[in-house]
């Protein structure tokens, strides 16, 4: 089993930037794709960014030029620095983990509880 445990959310204005930050514990060896998805209420959930541990990486469209996705092998530790963020943005965001290689994460076998991200003035 792996555990992930997300931190970081919290409520900024727009244009602001957060930094989430998501640690993997337990049986880590089988992870090799870790990332986020988002989830606003009463839309679906979606891919927000993902990164293998050879550092491919993918992002949503409506994130590329604002957010970066990041990893420390070592620490086993993703990060996601969101920058430029809009009201839009505003969903809980959680942190999945794959045993495949692929950075759109669509399928995950591990997620995190979530961390709540609001974007208002």
């Known amino acids: 089993q792996v555990q992930l445990v997300e931190s970081g959310g919290g409520l900024v204005q727009p244009g602001g930037s957060l930094r989430l930050s998501c640690a993997a514990s337990g049986s880590i060896v089988s992870i090799n794709t870790m990332g986020w998805h988002r989830q606003a209420p009463g839309k679906q959930r979606e891919v927000v960014a993902g990164i293998t541990s050879r550092g491919r990486i993918n992002y949503a469209d409506s994130v590329k030029g604002r957010f970066t996705i990041s990893r420390d092998n070592a620490e086993n530790t993703v990060y996601l620095q969101m920058n430029n963020l809009k009201p839009e943005d505003s969903a809980v965001y959680y942190c999945?983990?794959?045993?495949?290689?692929?950075?759109?994460?669509?399928?995950?076998?591990?997620w995190g509880q979530g961390t709540q991200v609001t974007v208002s003035s």
């Open positions: 999945v983990a794959a045993r495949g290689w692929d950075p759109r994460i669509y399928d995950y076998d591990y």
